[in-house]
C-alpha cells in the first residue's frame, strides 16, 4: 500500500523568492513519483516524475524535486517564483510495477505575491 | 495541451437526471481513467479502463458507470444524480507509469 502526505495546505511567497513545497511518501514497493499541477479551472499538468533513475528530477517550468529514500520524501523546489506559478500542487505516489494504484496528496495551494 | 480531450466542458443539470461524460485519450494510449475532484473530497480516483476492459476501481459509486469503447473513447455515466455529485470529472490516459489529464467536466447539480 501507499500513500502521500502533503505537509502544507498553503503556501504563499513572494515573487522572486524561493518556492518549497514539501511532500512524503510511504510505499510498500520501489514508489513512481509525480508532481502535478493545476491551475484554476484547469486539468492537472504534470509537472515531474521520478521513477527510479536520478534522484534529482528536473520538470517543466523552472521547477525539480528530490527522491530521497531516507527521508521518504520528494519536495517539490523552485529557485525564484513567478506570479504564474500560482496554483494548486499535487504530490502523486504509485508502485512502479502498477499505474492503477495512484495515490494523490490532499494538495497545496500556492500563492505568489507580487 | 495533453492531448486528453473531454466534453461537455459545464454540465448543469437537476437531482435524479442521468448525465454523459465523454472522454478521448491521447493516440496510441490504452488505458483511461477516471476522477472526480470535489472540495471536501478532493481527487479521488472513480475506475480505470484498459483496452476496453475494466481494470481497477476506486471509490465509484454503484449509482456510476463507465465503459471503454473499440475506438478507446470512453464514457462515465452518472445517474439518479444527487446534490453531492457536483464537482470537476477528470479523464486522464495514460503510457507507462504517467497519467496525462484532460481538462475535465466541471458537473453542477441543481
Known amino acids: 500500500a501507499q500513500s502521500v502526505t502533503q505537509l502544507d495546505s498553503h503556501v504563499s511567497v513572494s515573487e522572486g523568492t524561493p518556492v518549497l513545497l514539501r511532500c512524503n511518501y510511504s510505499?510498500?514497493?520501489?514508489?513512481?513519483l509525480f508532481w502535478y499541477v493545476q491551475h484554476p479551472n484547469k486539468g492537472l499538468q504534470l509537472l515531474l516524475k521520478y521513477t527510479s533513475a536520478a534522484t534529482l528530477v528536473k520538470g517543466i517550468n523552472g521547477f525539480e524535486a528530490e527522491f530521497k529514500k531516507s527521508e521518504t520524501s520528494f519536495h517539490l523546489t523552485k529557485p525564484s517564483a513567478h506570479m504564474s506559478d500560482a496554483a494548486e500542487y499535487f504530490c502523486v505516489v504509485s508502485a512502479s510495477y502498477n499505474n492503477n494504484d495512484m495515490r494523490f496528496g490532499a494538495g497545496t495551494r500556492l500563492t505568489v505575491k507580487p | 495541451d495533453s492531448g486528453v480531450t473531454q466534453t461537455p466542458k459545464h454540465l448543469i443539470t437537476a437531482t435524479g437526471q442521468r448525465v454523459t461524460l465523454r472522454c478521448s485519450p491521447r493516440s496510441g494510449d490504452l488505458s483511461v481513467y477516471w476522477y472526480q475532484q470535489s472540495l471536501d473530497q478532493g481527487l479521488q480516483f472513480l475506475i480505470q479502463y484498459y483496452n476496453g476492459e475494466e481494470r481497477a476501481k476506486g471509490n465509484i459509486l454503484e449509482r456510476f458507470s463507465a465503459q471503454q469503447f473499440p475506438d478507446l473513447h470512453s464514457e462515465l455515466n452518472l445517474s439518479s444524480l444527487e446534490l453531492g455529485d457536483s464537482a470537476l470529472y477528470f479523464c486522464?490516459?495514460?503510457?507507462?507509469?504517467?497519467?496525462?489529464f484532460g481538462p475535465g467536466t466541471r458537473l453542477t447539480v441543481l
Open positions: 510505499s510498500s514497493y520501489s514508489p513512481s
Open positions: 486522464a490516459s495514460s503510457v507507462a507509469d504517467t497519467q496525462y
